[in-house]
């Protein structure tokens, strides 16, 4: 059988290329944003005690997500560079131990994740009257982490060998099926009263597990760039030990972003309540945007490692250079059009809280003028990850985060007067700082890794 059409990223005009790759990304993750949305809705019409445990299961269940994401990243990289080199053979072999290894890391989280779901949550604060319904929400999301690790993994490594299109379909397809679930197990129908908070979570489960499903039917059919075979399914130790030298850096990197994350949302709400509403509603267009510019960066990752891979370095470079540019010129534009309607777009959000918004305000002056300094910083860190290097954008980005943005928050927050001031402009303070840093390691320092020599050969091939 042919195989699904994939977009060609060693030859062509680069910024088409960039192009092609990067809107199917952006469409899928931008679905996603969607879904939350209408998620948080459903579950928003059972009341505030249901609303709170989803609220607190959240950041819980982000973690254990973030710190799974390294092997979806390892395995991006290594498909790419292998798909640049033409080694089909490694290829399918790389598909295949990843997903062993997703698997087996999977199964251990959602084990540990669920035996310490009390301790969590009562050390987060949790507080009794949402405790259980927080339990039983977590209970069901753990049981589907595996087959969600296994679906995210295998989109990765889809989208790096080129197949996008059909990775953004699946995905979509998935969020479609969640949003029709989401109200039939929530409120129930016919005479059934549904479940509620646990319904909500099936729904997520269910769709992931159908979304997987697919791209496994599709990589078994001969169809796709990424075939399974069962002579591939051997554990192959020294592959284990290639893809968890990428995947520990990359997974230290989206863990520790996130709990950065909490830990700013922590100091805006010392302020009081203004702040911390303030908070929640001012990154809110910033995670809409947040999608475009990750997905940038992970077509930027895609295109620089196939590129390696075949030995082009000089097109690699030149990826880096038009990406760099793009994401800058881009966003920079994107947040300047914001500018004269912040006040209306915070007001949709907290419609009648003057304080909120106002607040809310003071963060998007701080936060949409600089966007595309942030953009870039996020492209050039996906430069590095697609030339065999998440240590170098780990070291990077935790640089910036716990160097440079939470000292300056917790500084200016806690020692002068401007208070959630400090937590607001510590975004782009951490940016501006880590820009250079960037740069410099993209003109002088070795980034250019060819992973494709180290990678495990089959050995029974």
């Keep these: ?163 996008v299109r059909f990775a953004m379909n699946v995905s979509v397809a998935a969020v479609v099926l969640n949003i029709v679930l989401d109200p039939l197990l929530i409120f129930g129908v016919g005479g059934w009263e549904g479940w509620g908070v646990p319904g909500a979570a099936l729904a997520t489960v269910v769709a992931r597990i159908g979304a997987f499903a697919a791209i496994l039917h599709h990589m078994m059919s001969g169809r796709s760039s990424l075939h399974l075979k069962a002579k591939h399914c051997i554990p192959d130790i020294k592959h284990f030990k290639l893809a968890l030298g990428l995947a520990i850096p990359a997974s230290l990197e989206q863990g520790g972003r996130t709990f950065g994350s909490l830990l700013l949302m922590s100091f805006a709400a010392l302020f009081g309540t203004v702040s911390l509403a303030a908070y929640g509603i001012g990154v809110l267009p910033l995670f809409f945007w947040f999608a475009p510019m990750v997905s940038l960066s992970i077509a930027t990752a895609t295109i620089v490692g196939q590129n390696i891979g075949a030995g082009k370095v000089d097109r690699a470079e030149e990826t880096a250079r038009t990406a760099s540019w793009l994401a800058f010129a881009g966003f920079t534009v994107i947040g300047l059009l914001h500018l004269p309607f912040i006040r209306a777009i915070y007001s949709l959000f907290a419609p009648g809280e003057t304080a909120v918004i106002d607040e809310a305000v003071n963060f998007g002056w701080a936060l949409y003028p600089f966007m595309g300094i942030m953009a870039l910083t996020h492209v050039l860190r996906g430069v590095f990850r ?46 501006l700082l880590g820009t250079p840093i960037c740069l410099w390691w993209l003109i002088k320092g070795p980034w250019r890794r060819n992973l494709v020599s180290e990678a495990a050969e089959p050995s029974n091939a």
């Design 1 to 163: 059988m042919a195989a699904s059409k994939r977009v060609m990223m060693t030859e062509g005009p680069l910024l088409g290329v960039l192009l092609r790759v990067a809107w199917p990304i952006t469409f899928a993750s931008l679905a996603q944003s969607v879904h939350q949305i209408v998620n948080a809705w459903f579950v928003g019409r059972l009341g505030s005690e249901s609303i709170a445990a989803v609220a607190a299961s959240g950041p819980l269940f982000g973690v254990l997500l973030s710190l799974g994401s390294g092997l979806s990243i390892a395995g991006a990289v290594l498909v790419a560079q292998n798909v640049g080199a033409g080694k089909t053979e490694a290829t399918d072999h790389i598909a295949a131990q990843t997903l062993l290894m997703v698997i087996a890391v999977g199964l251990c989280f959602a084990i540990g994740g669920f035996l310490l779901a009390p301790w969590t949550l009562r050390l987060i604060g949790v507080e009794e009257q949402v405790f259980d319904l927080s339990w039983q929400y977590l209970t069901i999301t753990y049981l589907g982490l595996t087959p969600m690790y296994c679906f995210l993994a295998s989109q990765a490594m889809l989208q790096s060998a080129g197949e």
């Design 386 to 431: 697609g030339a065999g290097n998440p240590r170098q954008a780990m070291t990077i980005a935790l640089v910036m985060q716990y160097g440079f943005q939470i000292p300056f928050a917790w500084s200016i927050a806690m020692f002068t007067e401007h208070g959630p001031l400090g937590v607001w402009w510590s975004y782009t303070f951490g940016s």
